[in-house]
């Protein structure tokens, strides 16, 4: 009898932990996902520099994706998560979406 209430007991934690994990992982998808706010005049000059960003800071850990890949809505999110990875400057990250998001000139 005292198995069954501690693995019950046991089984409610484990339920209990994982409730919590999900809501904090489902906080932290909202704040990833605002929109990027800052507004950057678009010009040759910082889509050359978003696109160089975008190879020296991004290739350090995953295959380029084709600016095509994804929607500017798509890429919102993708690079503020990223922003924080690859520790870039809000700055930074405006020319990345800029060129990412920017059809070439």
Known sequence: MKTKFIIGLLALAFAYGCTAKKAAA???V???AEPVKE??????E????????????????HEL???NSFTPQ??????LRM??????????????????TTPQM
């Open 65 to 67: 994706f084709n600016p």
């Open 46 to 61: 910082v889509l050359a520099e978003g696109k160089s960003l975008y190879g020296m800071n991004c290739a350090k850990c």
């Open 83 to 100: 922003q924080k990875k690859a520790k870039i400057s809000d700055e930074q990250r405006e020319k990345i979406y800029a060129y990412l």
């Open 30 to 32: 909202a704040v990833a």
């Open 26 to 28: 489902s906080d932290s």
């Open 39 to 44: 507004k950057l005049v678009i010009t040759r």
């Open 74 to 79: 798509e890429w919102t999110p993708i690079v």
